[in-house]
Every structure is written in C-alpha cells, then in structure tokens.
C-alpha cells in the first residue's frame, strides 16, 4: 500500500485518510445486509482488496471513492445473501441472525483488515432500531434484492438511482422492492416498548428464572410467545421454535436443572436490554427478547459458539 508520505506532486495519492475513514460506514451497511458480524468484516475487507488491487490512474479516475467502496461491498453483500440462503436451508436449527453486545462490553480482536490491531469500538456497529433483534430477524425473511433496497434506501437514506446500480434493477422497481419491504416492516413490528420498561421486565424474568419460579415465568410471558433457539448443530439445543408461555416457562426450568451453576447477567443486546448465560466462566447463551404491552413475545437464544465470539469472557459483574 502506498501512504501519503510517498506521493508525488506531480501524481497526488488518493485521499486515503477518506478511503479508509469509509470503513465504520461500510461495517454498519454489511451488517444490516447480512446479519452476520463476521460475515460483514469479510464482506468489507474483500471491498478494500478490489480498491487496492486498482492502479493509482483507476482510483484517481473514480470522482467519488465513498460511493464506489459502498457500491461495491453492497453488490458483494447481495451475492452472499443469495448464496447464503441455500447455506442456511442446510443450516442445523433456526438460524438467528449474530447478536452484539454494548460497546463498553466489546472485546478486542483483530481487525477485518488483517491488522493484527486492536479493534476501535468506532468501528463496530451503530447501535440503534435497525439492529435489535426482531429488525433483523424480519430482514431475514425478505429477498436479498428487498433487503438491499430497503437498508439501502430506509435506512442509510440512499436514493434509489444508486440502490439501483446496486441491485442491477430499474430506480422504479428498486422501489417497488422497498415497499415491499416495509409492508413486512409494518406487518411484524409490535409498538416498543420504553428501554426502562424492557429492563424491569428482563430484570424480573431473569429473577424468575433463577429462582425457578415457573409461575412467574408464565405471568411474564405472553400466552403466545416463542423462543427461539440456535445452537447450529455445535451446541445441544432445541431444533423447533417453542411455542406458548407455559411450554417456554417448563423448558427454561429444565435447562436451569440441567445446568446448576448457570449465571445469568443483564447485558444490552443489540442495543436493547438482554441477558447473558454463564456457565463455568464462559459465556454459553446470549438471550435477546421482544415485548408488548408489558409481556415477553419472542425469546431468541444464541449459542452457536461461533456467533458468541464477541462475548467471550465480555461478561462483568
């Protein structure tokens, strides 16, 4: 890679500070896209490999490298969605999508650029409504073209001529994706709940649980709840979604007598309070919910290891 320090005058250096600084911008995009933290760093570094395998007259010649980098893992996105569907059609269990915990709770690692560095928390995901889990769990049952425009478009505020050059489609069918898109927005989104609320209620399923108070745990629950577990074939879990607050409750005992020992910590959850499973140290479920009107509606359970990564060891008393 060539640094600024050894630009000529005569032959200016691309602004690298502002190819780089594109970064933050492209890991939220292909996070949204793909619903997969590890999959977006991939998804990402390959961009920057297309930038930098161009000669210094390709890039010079390219007006707007912000748009072309985004244009570019945007297309590299759509092709992994469309192969990942066939992946997860053989995948073991319900596939959710990677949960993220709170920045002050994010362990280092290495960065997707191959660094070896420590990671920046400001490089990791934005944390807002676009990222809890029941956004992205929706994302998941759209096409890949319906979930490129709509994040895109509703969510990084894109206009649709350049979704366009994206998707390979027509500006106007871009939209007609988009809306589509909304339309399963709207059809599975419940009112949200207050950040405080949700806190009380997990605070008090947690105590609940604990306690082993299948009572408790049923009065929580909405009499229609799901629990959703994915565990990816690496991890004993339940294949099926369990349905019904009482079954839910029943199931939660039998895992807590499974497991004397298990430790359970309030964490925020793709922005949205949580809880964490311990057992012997080391982070085993990372549970995310939503809510209406004051009860627990869905649980998703994540114990795929390879989707805790970000967890481990993240937990803190």
């Known amino acids: ?18 190819v780089v600084g594109e970064r933050r911008q492209l890991i939220n995009l292909a996070y949204r896209l793909l619903g997969s933290l590890a999959e977006a760093e991939d998804a990402v570094q390959e961009t920057y490999a297309r930038w930098y395998a161009m000669s210094r007259e390709q890039q010079e010649a390219i007006a707007a490298p912000g748009a072309w980098l985004t244009t570019v893992a945007g297309r590299i996105c759509l092709d992994l969605l469309r192969s990942a569907r066939v992946r997860r059609e053989r995948y073991v269990g319900a596939w959710i999508p990677e949960p993220l915990p709170d920045r002050r709770e994010w362990i280092s690692g290495s960065t997707g650029g191959g660094t070896g560095q420590p990671v920046d928390p400001a490089d990791r995901v934005t944390l807002d409504e676009s990222v809890n889990m029941a956004f992205l769990v929706v994302l998941e049952a759209m096409t890949p073209a319906e979930r490129v425009a709509f994040v895109l478009h509703d969510v990084f505020r894109y206009p649709f001529a350049e979704v366009a050059a994206i998707v390979g489609r027509t500006p106007a069918a871009c939209r007609q994706l988009a809306t589509s898109a909304r339309r399963r927005i709207r059809a599975a989104q419940a009112p949200a709940a207050a950040t405080a609320g949700q806190a009380a209620l997990v605070r008090d399923f947690k105590e609940a649980w604990e306690a082993k108070d299948i009572e408790a745990l049923v009065g929580l629950l909405d009499p229609a709840a799901t629990m959703t ?12 979604p369990v349905e019904g607050s009482e079954n839910i409750a029943a199931y939660l005992i039998h895992i807590a007598d499974k497991a004397p020992g298990l430790t359970l910590l309030e964490r925020t959850v793709n922005g949205r309070p949580g809880l964490v499973a311990q057992h012997a140290g080391t982070t085993v479920t990372v549970a995310a919910f939503n809510l209406a009107d004051g009860l627990i509606t869905h649980i998703w359970a994540i114990r795929n290891p390879e989707k805790l990564r970000p967890w481990t060891d993240s937990g803190r008393n």
């Open 1 to 18: 890679m060539i640094t600024p320090s050894e630009a000529t005058p005569e032959r200016p250096e691309p602004d690298l500070s502002a």
């Open 229 to 240: 577990a994915d565990g990816g074939g690496m991890v004993g879990t339940v294949l099926h």
